[in-house]
């Protein structure tokens, strides 16, 4: 029997490691444009000690290992680029702490964003974490490796803001903590220990997360979406200005679209509205509508869109219905709020040229202190050329990011080596030797963040 | 291009100016109302434009059949005085554009039920008072081709109706259908008002949804039972522009057994529901609107109303949760009907 398949099997047990080409086909591929990748075995670990066993065989193979969460990053972050090992980390998805009293989770990193949500729908419904814009399928520990944000992006940032605790799997096999649970304590804080934060944003390619201890948030009894609108792209900026000012919102997104028609040359802000009461709902509505937007209103520029929808997240994935074939995969990237305007007029262009109708959508993180701004496009699946023109129009969308001074998010193969194609070559030489150091053999991931 | 047919001299020689003088958004005397209806025939500024809140009752108010909303929304549009913001108007032009394929065109031999842009209300629709018609427009992704357009009057946009409204009459008159019965006010406005107004030609013969019920509830009503609820009824805007249908509120709850709430803001009275006056561009507009609707809920549960009847899908979306969070029941006229003949509502 093949040596690895062998061993494997001696450490996830036989049901749980294929090799038989019909399964190694559905991970081959993601939901985006990339090509398929095979790899050679699947195996889906139950704890972090299988994790670490795999990887010391692994060295000494000298085979490739890639984490796989929920596998929607569209951008094939999660493909095996050199064959190897895909380690679905799906099982390992066991809630082993809430501690309302300190406002935090533990929670092993397969587990998904809806199992985290349900489980605190039923065990502590005045408590919520941030769930990102992917489906609820998308795992906790994925979602952090891509450095992800969603759900209270905008009062807390990115969910790799909102951690107070990791166990992570070297790619030499040892297992590590940081944080306050490192030195025996509760997973209550990642601070104020030494930084050693290597991990979040490497898509998997430092070492392997496996346990993680999140922040939760109060979570209002009242939760709706009211939506303004407004023509003018200019004006985007400084209503989200006026609005992170004036502090009422618990969410907010920008966003156009060609289709539906409605939506075509409009900007419409998402305002997520929480309270506890009627009255604070209704106290929120004022200070944004009556009085910083009333401006807007009056001159005729800008409109209360819709009020008291049921709230929502933005679903870019539905832009895969513009075209026939359901394909769809976006440009995500960190930009000033005050790009927005170019954002919008440079990413329509693009679409046109690639005869996409444009979708975009601006989420604000902090206090404006950035947005997640993001560009999709549509693809038929079973056309080759639809494809040729969304992946061409992704990398022209790359550049279009580094060239209004923007940073991709999750960048894809391409899109990372354009980056590290303008960094600062001492940061480069940093990251080369962090790689080096901590995934000697380079078997993690490889093909991603690899510094020449 | 389409013209309003407005009788201006009826319009001078008018000694009340109902239209006006009973707006319940404007305070007006006769004289002011006089000079201000003078402005608007000669196509110039006036208040009126700036504070009409678009409720349509004027329409009805009007004792000579004169159109004097029409002529309002058609100045509005001339003088780009707008009622709402601008981005609103472009979005709300927009959204009936439409974007899947156009519809199948399946002949109707007998009697349509016209469902217009509220395809996912079918459910509202079933059951043994609506088996003698054959659905229209049950398709979301199709049902704006069957749009009436008539939504701009809210937009100050007689000309979008005008360009588009033809259409969809070309859409609705292909399925062949002896009779159309249309299940909002709204179409049904367009096609028995607002259509002859302009002197748009409507090739098939339009019935309100009310009559129908009442027709369909007479031939059974051996098998309804009184509902004895006391019940309050939300009177749309479009039903301003079929008066002659209004009365058949009050006759299908004598037929079903339900008492209609003696209330101050009933029938002419009636006050808007406040989906359009929420985004209007006037200072205060959102404020405005709470506070009518709480005007207008306070009267119902004042009057004891257990429900709060709506024939039309838009004020259900904006009161019906309102009403609810007050106790009382928010329904539509068909599900009420149904009831009284022992259907449950979807």
Redesign the interface.
């Known amino acids: 029997m093949d040596k690895i398949y062998s061993a494997l099997t001696q450490i996830v047990g036989e049901d749980y490691v294929s090799n038989r080409p019909e399964e190694l086909f559905t991970y081959s591929k993601d939901l985006g444009t990339s090509p398929p990748q095979f790899p050679e075995y699947v195996a889906a670990p139950r704890t972090a000690e299988e994790v670490s066993r795999i990887v010391r065989m692994a060295n000494q193979e000298k085979v490739a290992v890639v984490p796989l969460g929920g596998g929607m990053t569209l951008a094939g972050l999660a493909l095996p680029l050199r064959g190897g090992i895909v380690l679905d980390l799906k099982r390992m998805d066991r809630i082993i702490e809430l501690n309302e009293k300190a406002r935090y989770v533990v929670i092993e990193a397969g587990a998904s964003h809806g199992k985290l949500t349900a489980h605190l729908h039923k065990h502590a419904p005045h408590l919520m974490h941030s769930e990102p814009g992917a489906p609820p399928a998308a795992t906790i520990g994925g979602n952090l490796a891509i450095h992800g944000q969603g759900d209270l992006a905008h009062p807390y940032g990115f969910n790799s803001d909102m951690l107070n605790g990791l166990e992570v799997v070297l790619p030499t096999g040892e297992i590590c903590r940081f944080g306050s649970c490192a030195i025996g304590c509760a997973w209550y804080t990642l601070h104020p220990l030494p930084d050693l934060g290597l991990f979040l944003g490497w898509n998997g390619s430092t070492g392997i997360i496996t346990k993680v201890s999140l922040r939760l948030f109060p979570c209002k009894k009242f939760r709706e979406m009211d939506i303004f ?3 003018d792209e200019t004006l985007i900026p400084d209503v989200l200005f006026a609005l992170t000012h004036v502090g009422m919102a618990e969410d907010l997104v920008a966003w156009s679209s060609a ?8 900007h419409h802000i998402s305002i997520n509205i929480t309270g506890d009461s ?1 009255e604070e709902m ?1 106290f929120k ?2 200070q944004i ?2 009085i910083k937007l ?1 401006k ?10 819709a ?2 929808q049921p709230s929502e997240r933005p679903q870019i994935s539905k832009s895969a219905d513009w075209k026939k074939g359901g394909g769809f995969e976006y440009v995500g990237s960190i930009m000033p709020v005050a790009a927005y305007p170019e954002c919008y007029r440079r990413g329509a262009e693009i679409s046109t040229r690639h005869d996409i109708p444009y979708t975009v959508l601006g989420r604000v993180i902090g206090a404006a202190h950035g947005m997640m701004f993001s560009w999709s496009y549509a693809f038929n699946r079973a056309d080759d050329r639809s494809v040729q023109h969304a992946r061409d129009a992704l990398h022209e969308t790359d550049d279009l990011v580094m060239e209004l001074g923007g940073t991709i998010w999750k960048p894809a193969v391409f899109g990372q080596q354009l980056l590290m194609s303008r960094m600062d070559p001492n940061t480069l030489q940093m990251m080369k030797k962090v790689k080096t150091m901590l995934d000697p053999n380079g078997i993690m991931n490889p093909g991603n963040w690899e510094v020449a | 291009m389409f013209n309003l047919r407005f009788d201006e001299n009826k319009c001078l020689a008018c000694e009340t100016h109902d239209c006006l003088t009973r707006c319940q958004y404007m305070a007006m005397d006769i004289p002011t109302a006089k000079a201000e209806m003078e402005k608007l025939i000669q196509g110039r500024e006036s208040r009126v434009l700036h504070d009409c809140v678009t409720c349509y009752a004027c329409e009805e108010y009007c004792p000579l059949g004169n159109h004097p909303f029409y002529l309002i929304v058609t100045r509005q549009e001339e003088l780009d005085i ?1 009622p ?5 108007i ?3 032009v ?2 009936a ?1 439409p ?1 899947r394929g156009e519809p199948e065109i399946e002949p109707i031999a007998g009697r349509a039920l016209n469902m217009g842009v509220f395809s996912m209300l079918v459910p509202h629709v079933q059951g043994r008072l609506f088996e003698d018609v054959t659905l229209m427009s049950t398709d979301s992704r199709k049902m704006f081709h069957y749009f009436c357009q008539l939504m701009y009057l809210h937009f100050g946009r007689t000309s979008v109706i005008n360009e588009r409204l033809e259409e969809s009459i070309a859409t609705i008159a292909a399925h062949g259908a002896r009779e159309v019965i249309h299940f909002h006010d709204e179409c049904y406005g367009t096609y028995a008002s607002y259509a002859p107004a302009f002197g748009i030609d409507v090739p098939f013969k339009s019935v309100h949804l009310f009559e129908y019920l009442y027709e369909r509830l007479g031939a059974m009503q051996d098998d309804i039972k009184p509902l004895n609820y006391k019940v309050a009824y939300q009177r749309p805007c479009s039903s301003r522009l079929s008066p002659d249908k209004h009365p058949f509120v009050d006759k299908l709850f004598d037929l079903i057994g339900v008492e209609h709430v003696q209330r101050e803001f009933v029938d002419e009275n009636a006050l808007c529901c406040g989906s359009t006056i ?2 209007q ?1 006037r ?5 405005f609107c ?1 506070e009518l609707q709480q005007k207008n809920i306070d009267d119902m549960k004042k009057a004891g109303a257990q429900l709060c009847v709506f024939n039309c899908p838009a004020c259900m979306q904006t009161l019906g ?1 309102p009403v609810a ?1 007050a106790g009382i029941m928010p329904i539509f006229m068909s599900d009420l009907c149904r009831l009284a003949i022992g259907e449950k509502s979807p």
């Open positions: 609108v407004v023509e289709i539906p028609p409605f939506a075509n040359e409009l009627k209704e509505r004022r509508f009556d009333s807007y209103i009056r001159d005729g520029v800008g409109a209360i869109g009020v008291a | 707008l709402l913001p601008s981005p609103l472009k979005r709300g927009q959204m554009i974007f929420m985004g561009r200072e205060g507009s959102r404020r709470l949760k969070d």
